[in-house]
């Protein structure tokens, strides 16, 4: 079965900085596409990074991009969403997903899905 464990959410004041863990398990992990997507309460879902673990090739939307930055770790099996200059505006439970690159970027509806964890982010 594949498996998404996401770690790393909590409470941070505005200004500062969390990081995300996403490890994966049951996959092909050189092969996959995996992606972080946040959803607040009474907000639709919406992408906030992927990376493609075979080239490197990442991608943000315009509302992280600068301040958010997502890499892996091949030996880990483990992707990361660094996460700086966070705003009450990035308060919401963000989950890790995984797919193609096609399911999860251009799609945005991932083939498996982790658990989430919630980021709070205080003014």
């Known amino acids: 079965d594949v498996q998404l464990q996401a770690s790393g959410g909590g409470l941070v004041q505005a200004g500062g900085s969390l990081r995300l863990s996403c490890e994966a398990s049951?996959?092909?992990?050189?092969?996959?596409?995996i992606g972080w997507f946040r959803q607040a309460p009474g907000k639709e879902r919406e992408g906030v990074s992927s990376?493609?673990?075979?080239?490197?090739?990442?991608w943000y939307p315009d509302v992280v991009q600068g301040r958010f930055t997502i890499s892996s770790d091949k030996a880990k099996n483990t992707v990361y969403l660094q996460m700086n200059s966070l705003g009450p505006e990035d308060t919401a439970v963000y989950y890790c997903?995984?797919?193609?690159?096609?399911?999860?970027?251009?799609?945005?509806?991932?083939?498996?899905w982790g658990q989430g964890t919630q980021v709070t982010v205080s003014s």
């Open positions: 997903a995984a797919g193609s690159t096609y399911t999860v970027v251009a799609l945005q509806t991932p083939d498996y």
């Open positions: 049951g996959l092909r992990f050189d092969d996959s596409t």
């Open positions: 990376i493609s673990i075979s080239d490197g090739a990442v």
